[in-house]
């Protein structure tokens, strides 16, 4: 399912051998930056900062010092997330010009482990949305399936990793943002447990932050409680790297040991969640298939999170969005009217009405996790089909639906609080890459990477 580029693991291989310099896979990567003009992925590019950072990594594995477990990998960051110098708008015309003063703590560490920064990557305003058009950077294209959308909110960082422009990506997830468009040009994704990766530097940050002042994570609960930063790339072993970096653990650390058969699974074709094309339900039942020799046991779950997404559906629009409010005020001639919309409306919620929401929330939070009591590891799909088209329409079997109800799947993993992996596993009708979740209980983010990896060679094993 993935391209034929190299992925993260491979290219750290080469700097550090000497098979390649990072200044030879910087230029590599500018050269299909320069090719691909059209496909708006960036909102800006820094090759000068770029090309200073690779030459100390050559630098340092010249003097015999360790280079970094990403040294010399070009990693492209979200619009929503600080780096230093850099643009920083949100996708947003309110802050068109602005420079961050500050960089997110999760492009530090990465940083520091040897990755070279080229560019911002577009997002749609505020990060809210399914597909990727931004005042900003203009609609992002998907590099890989001309004619769908790369997704969104991370639309950005889908295409560049894809376009193999970055070799890692960094964006965000709130009710889908990585997963969906990881789907979308057929990559890789982790949403990790949230509390696992810093999140200091995401804008609007409390206060509205967006640049100046104290850069403290979002304020708005549900948003607070759920939103991540994670990777984008081309493989599973990539993602685990790159966690290991952003939390600041120990790397490699597995607990299948590359076997599942000591691994009990749950899964669910997602239509209790959402329209489901018959493809996609064909697609995981298959996989279902294949996989019961392979594991422990297997349980076929049809309501799997089904209170999580109907208490986040109520939830998410009553949550205050303090932060996103104090960013656009004085500024809202400049926002988009359907997101100026829901954020003032989001601060008119009276206290009970937002209390028992979350009430509600915490329940069917508690409840869904106990699937976890008898399952280690949960299969759903990314969503109800493939990659939408350009506006944003996604067919489901003659059915036309659009934006937040094409994430329902992802939306209900959310809620819940638990890690999953994005797997591209099949191909559409359109073939266009159909993705599953590969969920964990929180906290395991190991055990969803391992299944992950495991089942992205044991897929590829069977020609897939």
């Not at 329409?393 to 639906?401: N, V």
Request: aromatic residues 4%; proline residues 7%.
């Amino acid at each position: 399912m993935h391209t034929s580029l190299r992925d993260a693991t491979a290219v750290v291989s080469a700097v550090r051998t000497g098979q390649a310099s990072a200044e030879d896979v910087l230029a590599e990567s500018r050269s299909r930056a320069d090719a691909a003009p059209d496909l708006c992925a960036f909102i800006e590019e820094g090759w000068p900062g770029a090309a200073l950072a690779a030459k100390e990594v050559d630098r340092r594995r010249a003097r015999g010092e360790d280079p970094g477990p990403l040294a010399g990998v070009p990693l492209s960051v979200k619009d929503v997330i600080a780096v230093t110098g850099l643009r920083l708008t949100g996708g947003s015309a309110a802050y068109a010009g602005n420079v961050a003063t500050f960089t997110a703590t999760a492009v530090r560490r990465l940083q520091e482990a040897g990755a070279v920064v080229i560019g911002k990557t577009n997002c749609p305003e505020f990060a809210f949305g399914a597909i990727t058009e931004s005042a900003v950077g203009g609609r992002t294209l998907n590099p890989r399936f001309p004619g769908a959308t790369a997704g969104g909110s991370s639309g950005g960082e889908a295409a560049a990793v894809a376009a193999g422009i970055s070799a890692l990506g960094l964006g965000t997830d709130y009710g889908g943002s990585l997963r969906w468009p990881a789907q979308c040009v057929g990559i890789t994704a982790l949403r990790p447990t949230p509390g696992t990766v810093p999140d200091l530097g995401i804008v609007p940050g409390a206060g509205g932050w967006y640049g100046g002042g104290n850069p403290t994570p979002p304020a708005a609960r549900l948003q607070a409680d759920t939103q991540v930063i994670g990777p984008l790339a081309r493989s599973v072993r990539d993602l685990r790297t790159a966690l290991a970096v952003l939390s600041d653990s120990r790397p490699g650390v597995r607990g299948l040991g590359g076997v599942p058969s000591n691994v009990a699974v749950a899964w669910s074709d997602g239509s209790a969640l959402g329209p489901v094309r018959r493809e996609v339900s064909a697609m995981i039942s298959s996989l279902a298939e294949q996989l019961a020799p392979e594991v422990r046991t297997l349980k076929h779950a049809p309501d799997l999170f089904a209170g999580s997404l109907a208490a986040y559906n109520r939830l998410r629009p009553l949550d205050p969005m303090i932060d996103h409010a104090a960013a656009v005020a004085g500024r809202e001639h400049l926002v988009l009217p359907a997101n100026l919309e829901p954020i003032q409306r989001s601060m008119q919620t009276e206290a009970g009405e937002l209390e028992a929401a979350v009430a509600e929330s915490n329940q069917a939070r508690r409840r869904d996790l106990a699937v976890f009591d008898t399952a280690d590891i949960v299969l759903l799909p990314v969503a109800g089909g493939p990659a939408c088209d350009a506006s944003g329409k996604l067919d489901i079997d003659g059915q036309s639906i659009f934006g937040w109800d094409i994430m329902g799947q992802c939306r209900a993993v959310t809620m819940v609080g638990a890690p999953v992996v994005s797997l591209p596993v099949a191909w559409s009708s359109e073939s266009l890459p159909l993705s599953v979740q590969v969920v964990a209980a929180p906290g395991a983010d190991a055990l969803a990477l391992d299944f992950a990896e495991w089942l992205e060679r044991f897929l590829g094993e069977a020609g897939l």
